[in-house]
T-cell receptor, first 114, second 110 residues
């Protein structure tokens, strides 16, 4: 049973560019959440997608946007990259079910903005 | 919004000893408290969780306790082994039935 798959694993971009990160959720999961983890910090919630709609959003600017496809996979897009956007971006999948608890995280995409 | 404080930021224990990590949360409506272990180059992995209707939960060498009145919860690891070395994160969430929920994380303990 495949877990959460993220691509690419590493990425280097120049300030001002745009980037797209991809995530395939764990089999059977229907919700995808994205988190940003700066070096030495805990993950911070960016947003969450369910049924192809953004359901919740954290304190991130509109430069951060996303999408969820009918097969539950998801993308995170960041426009006009800043040096401060350098971080590990984690995708987590979960199931909207009364009896289901817990996220499954992927290994992340390490984004470096230079 | 929810704020989660985690202590200590670093912890060193001798093999075989016990380790305790403590977290406090601010939102009294939070009702789900997972703990994650993150090894180098990997994403966080759920190791144990507790819901607000339970005071303590154990899974082999790992236990979590919750004090709703004081709004704090703790992770206890007994008989520590070298493979327990990692960064540990606590988190809090308001989980309501079959709904989506987000996690607010502490800053981690190495």
């Amino acid at each position: 049973d495949a877990g959460v798959t993220q691509s690419p694993t590493h990425l280097i971009k120049t300030r001002g560019q745009q980037v797209t990160l991809r995530c395939s959720p764990k089999s059977g999961h229907d919700t995808v959440s994205w988190y940003q983890q700066a070096l030495g910090q805990g993950p911070q919630f960016i947003f969450q997608y369910y049924e192809e709609e953004e359901r919740q959003r954290g304190n991130f600017p509109d430069r951060f946007s996303g999408h969820q496809y009918p097969n539950y996979s998801s993308e995170l897009n960041v426009n006009a990259l800043l040096l401060g956007d350098s971080a590990l971006y984690l995708c987590a999948s979960s199931l909207v079910d009364r009896g289901s608890y817990g996220y499954t995280f992927g290994s992340g995409t390490r984004l470096t903005v230079v | 919004g929810e704020n989660v404080e985690q202590h200590p930021s670093t912890l060193s224990v001798q093999e075989g000893d016990s380790a305790v990590i403590k977290c406090t949360y601010s939102d009294s409506a939070s009702n789900y408290f997972p703990w994650y272990k993150q090894e180098l180059g990997k994403g966080p992995q759920l190791i144990i969780d507790i819901r607000s209707n339970v005071g303590e939960k154990k899974d082999q060498r790992i236990a979590v306790t919750l004090n709703k009145t004081a709004k704090h919860f703790s992770l206890h690891i007994t008989e520590t082994q070298p493979e327990d070395s990692a960064v540990y994160f606590c988190a809090a969430s308001k989980r309501s039935g079959g709904s989506n929920y987000k996690l607010t994380f502490g800053k981690g303990t190495l």
